[in-house]
């Protein structure tokens, strides 16, 4: 019998739609005492930058009522490192991998995709949404012209899919999406977390050091799957809808929505093997309707009659 949860990110096939998001799971195989790493769908790396960076001063982690606010700001050893220490054990051990690029300039983004263009990779995940560092990351996430040049200078440089992963800290996303699938991305990642702060009341000054943070977690899927909503409406490449699950109720309505995948990240730090329970219980709900992965995506734009 084929595989209820076979899914597919274009060209880039997968046994199970889920996977984990980025920065959210360590390098991967820290999580693989927990895990079997084959039992996802595919494992994306933390994002990498042409050299080792040591991301914000703390206090950079703080808990919300229904997530937390981070302000790592993209503290990884830089591509050698990830090229020469983590890539060939994720290799060994995952089906399929995705590296994720970062950078502070346009020339970082290229660097770090020309190195990895030549390893053993499935695809390449663009973080054009970081909020946490003050020169690149989101600055081409909110601004359609930029990220679409930065795209198609990255399109140029590399074979492999080229996966896109858009803020949702701007007013018109699907101009955006639109502007960057044009550029030749092959996918879009929807979305990373939403701009946020806290405030010590005591200390009367913001908790974080680097005043804002990302907010990700359960408080902000409502926001997300919006956000997969009108990019699915608006693009025809597919869509990987990421924020706040925390149960399988979520990775349906991101699929219903037109999510063709779907990653899991924050609750990964409270359920390290979350996925593995996942996959169970879409399985099950997958039998119990007689239906497959594949037919489930999109549902909730059929029932409304919305073409694309
Ligand atoms: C501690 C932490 C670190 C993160 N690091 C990265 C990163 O390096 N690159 C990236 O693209 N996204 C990063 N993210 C964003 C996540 O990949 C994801 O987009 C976001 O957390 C929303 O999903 P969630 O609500 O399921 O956690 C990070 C998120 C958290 C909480």
Known sequence: MSNPLAAAVGAVALENPLMNASGTFGSGKEYADFIDLRELGAVVGKSVTPRPTRGNPPPRLVETAAGMLNAIGLQNEGVDYFLRELLPELRARARVVVANVAGRSEDDYAEV????????????????????????????????????????????ETPLPLWVKLSPNVTDLAAIARAVEQAGADALVVANTFLGMAIDIEKRRPLLANVTGGLSGAAIHPLALRCVWQVAGAVKCPVIGCGGVTGIREVIGFLLAGATAVQIGMSHFSEPAIIRRLTGELRAWCEAHQTTVREIVGGAREKLQIKN
């Open 113 to 156: 995709t020309r190195r990895l263009s030549g390893a053993n990779l499935d695809a390449l995940e663009i973080n054009i949404s970081c909020p946490n560092v003050k020169c690149g990351g989101m600055a081409f996430g909110t601004d359609a012209s930029a990220a679409a040049r930065l795209t198609a200078r990255l399109r140029a």
